[in-house]
């Protein structure tokens, strides 16, 4: 290139706007927000998420990690949170199940719920999902919810489980303790398969021309499916088992992260809210109405 066109290109170049020279760098990933979700699933807490996810969206947010670590909690609540998670898009929502001292380690019932409505879920090694069948509290302690609302958090988890790309079997057997779950291998290739999906698989396999072996049951009749984090991911239900949170945001790319705790307000809320005074309050009013 002789020295004419170099001195014109160098011209044209200095000419360009610098947003031009700018918009041909990769642009930095945007901010990871990670919110807790520990102790009790209740109203309180549905009122913090919908806060940090509106901060996350406002700041443009990347991702959004959810730490889960709860026993469960009010069904209400959590299908509020898991209506709450599916508005966040395009924002990217992931469910992790920390190992910490201080935690339980487990996304049990409502929180196996809300983990099934992110797009993607992270076990730490040591820790578990399932167990989502819903029960209420009575005279006698805790009891098994009647059918209707069985039928109802069966149907929802399972949509869940197709939306965010889950085997929906695996959300069935977390619910309901009529479902059994078994492994399959479909041309050696690990699957699951409820009871009643087993049959449509074995036919479709037959017209496609595939084997069908059955391998273990992984929850016979009777029992509520609890998964392990390496079992999780064994069935694609977890993508991969994480150490810690540092290693998740490392591994999903993340720019800033910022960690949300709950503030004056919230906890305000929560005291209100929960069970304790909710209770003080009924017996108040009783005490009020039989004077």
């Known amino acids: 290139m002789n020295r004419h066109c170099r001195t014109i290109l160098f011209l044209l170049a200095a000419l360009l706007p610098a947003g031009e020279v700018r918009a041909q760098e990769p642009a930095a990933p945007g901010p990871t927000y990670v919110i807790p979700i520990e102790g009790e699933i209740d109203r309180a807490l549905m009122v913090f998420l919908r806060r940090g996810i509106e901060e996350a969206k406002k700041a443009g947010a990347q991702s959004i990690v959810f730490a889960i670590d709860t026993f469960g ?28 001292p201080a935690g339980t380690g ?25 167990a989502a069948a819903p029960v209420y509290q009575s005279a006698e302690g805790l009891t098994a919810a009647p059918e209707k609302t069985v ?8 949509a869940l489980a197709e939306k965010n790309g889950y085997p929906p079997g695996v959300a069935l057997a977390m619910v309901d303790l009529d479902v059994e779950l078994q492994e399959i291998y479909l041309d050696g290739k690990l699957a699951v398969a409820t009871d009643s999906e087993l049959p449509e698989v074995e036919r479709r396999a037959a017209q496609e021309g595939k084997d069908v072996e059955k391998g273990r049951v992984i929850s016979p009749k009777g029992k509520l499916l609890t998964l392990t ?13 994480v150490a810690s949170l540092e290693e998740l945001t490392t591994l999903l790319g993340a720019g800033e992260v910022h960690q949300l705790s709950s503030n004056l307000a919230d906890r305000i809320v929560s005291v209100l809210t929960g069970s304790v005074v909710t209770g003080l309050l009924v017996l108040i009013g009783l005490v009020a109405l039989y004077l």
């Open 73 to 100: 909690g009010r069904v209400d609540s959590a299908l509020q949170i898991t209506t709450l998670i599916g508005a966040a898009d395009p924002i990217q929502t992931v469910a992790y199940v920390p190992s910490s």
């Open 106 to 130: 487990v996304s049990w019932s409502a929180g196996a719920l809300i983990s099934f409505s992110c797009d993607r879920i992270y076990m730490a090694p040591g820790t578990s999902m399932g």
């Open 151 to 158: 039928s109802a958090l069966r149907a929802q988890m399972a």
């Open 229 to 241: 984090a390496g079992e999780a991911e064994r069935y694609g239900v977890s993508t991969r088992t």
